[in-house]
């Protein structure tokens, strides 16, 4: 869960200081050169979340307590062998990339890349869900990775466009809610197409677990929007 966290802060961060907030130049402003050595920051914390998550990964799907993962040859087995374990690897090796690079770059394009960079670190466990080993791959897959980017755009950017709403800052906070409708309807339909890949029937939305769950998150999502 923190690696999730962790990994909507980055990426609400650099898209709102790169697409959302105010900017006169191709240079980012000062406020969000400081918001963008925060990401970088925080980027670490991601990349070794995503590096714990992984070895945990690992070890659930081998059956072994955790501390048996760091046994000699152990890691250097199985860690990149296992596509849900070599996955989070990715996602780490993506965020430290962001990091190191977020320390030096000062350009909105640059800072649009690393934004680019940290929807693909969000991206790559998806690629290894539950969702890929469904029937209808092509499907399920897409749909769970529209899913977590648009999740992620609008959380995350909600969380970092916070100082601006208490600003009133009016222009910010426009951009944002057109992200924010764009993000809505993209979970929507992906939410949708990703149920129709699950469930055979209808009555699965309330016989099955997976469907009662559906409903519940359908509950949730009326009480936000």
């Known amino acids: ?3 999730v966290i962790l990994g909507l802060r980055v990426f609400g961060l650099l898209v709102t200081w790169t697409f959302i907030a105010p900017t006169n130049d191709q240079t980012i402003s000062r406020e969000g050169r400081t918001a963008v050595l925060h990401a970088s920051a925080i980027a670490a914390l991601w990349s070794l979340s995503a590096v714990i998550a992984g070895l945990t990964t690992m070890a659930n799907i081998l059956g072994v307590p955790f501390k048996d ?3 000699p040859g152990f890691i250097s087995t199985y860690l990149m062998s296992l596509p849900p374990s070599r996955s989070f690897m990715i996602s780490a090796l993506i965020a430290i990339i962001i990091s190191i690079a977020g320390i030096f770059l000062v350009s909105l394009n640059s800072i649009a890349v690393l934004a680019a960079l940290a929807g693909a ?9 539950h969702s890929a080993s469904l029937g209808s791959h092509s499907l399920a897959l897409t749909s769970s990775i529209a899913h977590g980017l648009a999740m992620s755009a609008w959380v995350g950017c909600l969380w970092a466009v916070t100082s601006f709403v208490k600003a009133k800052d009016l222009k910010v906070v426009s951009r944002f809610s057109t992200l924010a409708a764009i993000s809505v309807a993209v979970l929507a339909v992906s939410g949708i197409t990703n149920t129709y890949a699950r469930i055979d029937s209808i009555s699965d939305l309330w016989l099955s677990r997976y469907g009662q769950l559906v409903v519940l998150k359908i509950i949730f999502f009326t009480i936000l929007i």
């Open 69 to 71: 993962v760091f046994r």
């Open 121 to 129: 670190s969000i991206t790559a466990p998806l690629l290894n869900s």
């Open 1 to 3: 869960m923190a690696h």
